[in-house]
């Protein structure tokens, strides 16, 4: 309890750290998931070769080799030294956004052609197309898949101690060094983290039954605020799977 | 300008590094997909399927970094980082193949339990020669997949210094001032074994998702 | 101009005898399969156009091409007496362009078989979304049209919900309002109650006939339902394997063809029940 109340501010530094790299990171992974996802989905062949490009580039290499490769080797070949935050979150939004941004693909081709042809016949534009019809339907798609990277994302974090940010693992082994008590040092590291892993999961379930709402289907596992305290199901490691 | 004498002079640490890597994902996947079957199968009793099913929640919402770093503070100094890195890397991917098993498991028909059932065979009968053949057979695609991730994984265990193809760069670079062709060359590496395997895994989903 | 009596079926004399659809020498392939074979035919302003024939023998494409969801393998439709499936370039023609494609087929509307409404908008937003974003229609003007096509449709008290909550036969009759509310000259109808369970059939073709009686939009329909064919349009033509084998009046179609496929294929029609 002692130990709690001396270290729990420091604790909560390293946790702010984490969340910070965790909102940053998926800002940037869905942006290039959305825009990178959506070149892969047009008829110019040149388009889908980026999304093929970058998909297979950043899906292929750990999110800590890029990281290294930003902290390390880039300042190197330019001269020009990057924030150790900037290349950790650049290298997360890289990673988890070529990820996101096959689930983007995946999802917008996913969206019935018989609905592609309903806007031709109204005579909607490409753009129109996209932003009313095709990417509203394909969202309660991506959803679920996008949850899950989030929570991978959050947790792909902790690699940062590595680079000399004092993130929540970082603070785990500062205090640990401190006090030499591990198990407790770590133990009060993993709770934070896997509630902040439960605080992600209600937030995207929310998201998830609030865009199934919008397509006219009843929320999953029943409705109201109740179906959010379902037991999480944070099941695949997404992505990876298809 | 890219130094190719250096990488030449690097490339027997780098693929000792990455032979490191390679012993580290197949032996931690033998591990995941035993144990994450043995999870899948343990979760539909009650009480303690509810506990195997938290403590697998928890493994799988932290950071797999934070993991092995702890297992490997917490355990003597006589046991390796090799070992303790490998078997966290299984344990901790245990916890994702029990879900795959899972999916694969409440994918077989009911009418196969109930036909199991009919012909009074034994649970491990049911099990064994009916549920996991049928079961196994769907998800092979999906753990393929966890095979690559795993792979991709490994750099974490640089954190208790397994010699591994990201700590082996780190070395060379570091002592010959070439860190730009080091970590560079790393993700080449990576991509050559990576990709290569993606394009195997879409194969076997082609195949598997045929029957 | 509406027909002042729809049971009168003459062929309208198109405005100065122009016509407004016209499939020159048109093939369609689809790999090694041709699905039309060289067609030639025309349709008048204000004509209903009913096609019949056994599946396969390309009456839903001919829908397609004009809607522009196929592209002609060989040959050129015209619409409005411009060139439609091309574009004039020098002093011949070139395959048409998604943005010439785009200032063309605004006057041409379609409703499926499988009703395709939008399942991410409401009732009002699937009928007013097209007209206020594809032609710029004001919100105002757009509700007040969507509602006034609601009524039309019978479903005035509908147009909030959303359309899971519909049935297939109310989902088609939005998607009717939903195609009339982009002012279509031309309207292409496709087995619009293929999909519909049997006691749903018949509200759907009321508005349809209703439509045809009030207005004098062009239709082009692909239809099962014979006495609907019989009742609206003007023409009917009998499709076998990509070409025209006969056509005519109704009357004489369904009374009297002379075309052994026509007899053979209105035979089995009937004996299917319908």
């Known amino acids: ?242 | ?211 | 101009m509406p027909p002042s009596d729809t049971h009168d079926n003459d062929r309208p004399q198109g405005v100065g005898g122009e016509d407004l659809i016209v499939f020159d020498q048109v093939v369609k392939r689809f790999g090694d399969l041709t699905v039309l074979d060289h067609l030639d035919f025309s349709v008048s302003p204000g004509e209903r156009v009913t096609l019949i024939g056994p599946s396969g023998s390309g009456k839903t494409t001919i829908l397609r091409l004009v809607m522009t969801l196929e592209k002609v393998t060989e040959g050129m439709i015209w619409i409005g007496g411009k060139p439609f499936s091309h574009m004039p370039r020098g002093s011949g023609f070139t395959p048409a362009s998604e943005s010439y494609l785009r200032s063309r087929r605004k006057s041409i509307g379609m409703v499926f078989q499988q009703f395709n409404l939008f399942p991410n908008m409401s009732v009002r937003k699937n009928i007013i979304e097209a007209p206020v974003n594809v032609l710029g229609t004001p919100k105002e003007e757009a509700n007040a049209h969507a509602e006034e096509l609601l009524d039309l449709v019978g479903l005035g008290d509908k147009i909030d919900a959303h359309p899971t909550q519909l049935s297939g036969g109310q989902q088609q009759r939005v998607a009717i309002a939903r195609a009339l509310a982009m002012r279509p000259e031309i309207l292409l109808l496709d087995e619009v109650t293929s999909a519909l369970d049997p006691e749903l059939v018949a509200g759907v073709l009321d508005v349809l006939r209703e439509v045809a009686e009030t207005t004098d939009i062009t239709m082009l329909c692909v239809t099962h339902e014979m006495s609907f064919a019989r009742d609206v349009s003007h023409r009917v033509l009998m499709f076998d394997k990509g070409r025209i084998a006969e056509e005519g009046h109704p009357d004489q179609m369904f009374n009297d063809p002379r075309h052994e496929r026509t007899q053979a294929f209105l035979k089995s029609v009937l004996e299917n029940g319908n």
């Open chain 1, 1 to 242: 309890m002692e130990f709690l109340e001396q270290q729990l501010p420091r604790y909560a530094d390293g946790a702010w750290i984490t969340i910070q790299l965790t909102v940053g990171g998926a800002a940037l992974a869905f942006v290039l998931a959305m825009a990178i996802g959506i070149l892969g989905t047009t008829r110019f062949w040149w388009a889908r070769a980026i999304t093929t490009v970058f998909v297979e580039t950043f899906r292929g290499i750990a999110a800590l080799v890029v990281m290294f490769w930003f902290v390390f080797a880039f300042p190197d070949l330019t001269g020009f030294e990057l924030d150790p935050r900037f290349a950790a979150i650049l290298a997360l939004g890289l990673n988890v956004g070529a990820y996101g941004a096959e689930v983007v693909r995946a999802a917008i081709n996913a969206v019935p052609p018989s609905q592609v042809e309903a806007t031709v016949a109204l005579n909607y534009s490409w753009t129109q197309r996209m932003r009313l019809v095709v990417l509203p339907q394909a969202w309660a798609q991506m959803l679920p898949t996008f949850g899950n990277l989030v929570i991978e994302l959050m947790k792909a974090t902790a690699v940062v101690y590595l680079v000399g940010i004092v993130d929540l693992t970082s603070v785990a082994q500062q205090i640990r060094s401190a006090t030499g008590q591990t198990f407790v040092a770590f133990g009060v590291a993993f709770v934070l983290y896997y509630l902040l892993a439960q605080v992600l999961i209600l937030g995207m379930r929310a998201l998830e039954n609030r865009a199934g709402k919008k397509l006219g289907r009843a929320p999953t596992g029943g409705g109201g605020i109740l179906s959010l305290l379902r037991p999480p199901s944070v099941g695949t490691k997404v992505g990876v799977a298809k």
């Open chain 2, 1 to 211: 300008m890219w130094d190719f004498q250096f990488t030449y002079e690097a490339m027997p640490d780098l693929l000792s590094g990455i032979l490191t890597t390679i012993q580290l994902t197949l032996i931690g996947y033998s591990i995941a997909l035993v144990l994450g079957l043995l999870v899948a199968v343990v979760r539909r009793t009650p009480i303690i399927g509810g506990i195997v099913h938290f403590v697998m929640e928890f493994i799988r919402t932290t950071p797999l970094i934070i993991q092995v770093v702890f297992v490997f503070l917490m355990t003597p100094a006589d046991i390796s980082a090799f070992t303790v890195g490998v078997v966290v890397l299984g344990v901790h991917y245990a916890a994702y193949t029990a879900e795959v098993y899972r999916s694969g498991i409440e994918g077989v028909a009911k009418g196969q339990w109930e036909a199991a059932r009919a012909l009074s065979l034994s649970t491990g009968r049911t099990w064994g020669a009916i549920v996991l053949p049928q079961a196994i057979r769907k998800v092979i695609p999906a753990l393929g997949n966890y095979l690559i991730s795993m792979f991709k994984d490994t750099p974490l265990l640089f954190a208790i210094g397994v010699t591994e193809l990201l700590t082996q760069a780190q070395r060379v670079g570091s002592e010959s001032f070439r860190v730009v062709e080091a970590y560079t060359l790393v993700g080449f590496l990576f991509l050559a074994v990576s990709v290569p395997s993606a394009i195997i895994i879409r194969r076997l989903e082609k195949r598997y998702a045929a029957v």
